[in-house]
């Protein structure tokens, strides 16, 4: 499956590390990064390296996985 990327955050949106996530969802970073790689958490590329989730990524997951 792709990896659903979005070009850019709406203005002003809330962008989280992979790390944050983790924390906040009680999951692991790997958990995380997994559900990234399957394209079933959608995220900004920033720089070669940097990855952010939008806030509305989170609020689509939990929409859609309950």
Known sequence: MPRKLIPT???GER???I???A???AMSRDTIERL???G???YVQIG???RRIPAS???EYVEANG
């Open 9 to 11: 955050p709406a203005a």
């Open 48 to 50: 070669p390296r940097r």
């Open 15 to 17: 962008l989280y590390s």
């Open 23 to 25: 924390e906040l969802w």
């Open 19 to 21: 790390a944050e996530v």
């Open 40 to 42: 079933e958490l959608r």
């Open 36 to 38: 990234l790689a399957r």
């Open 57 to 59: 990524a989170l609020d």
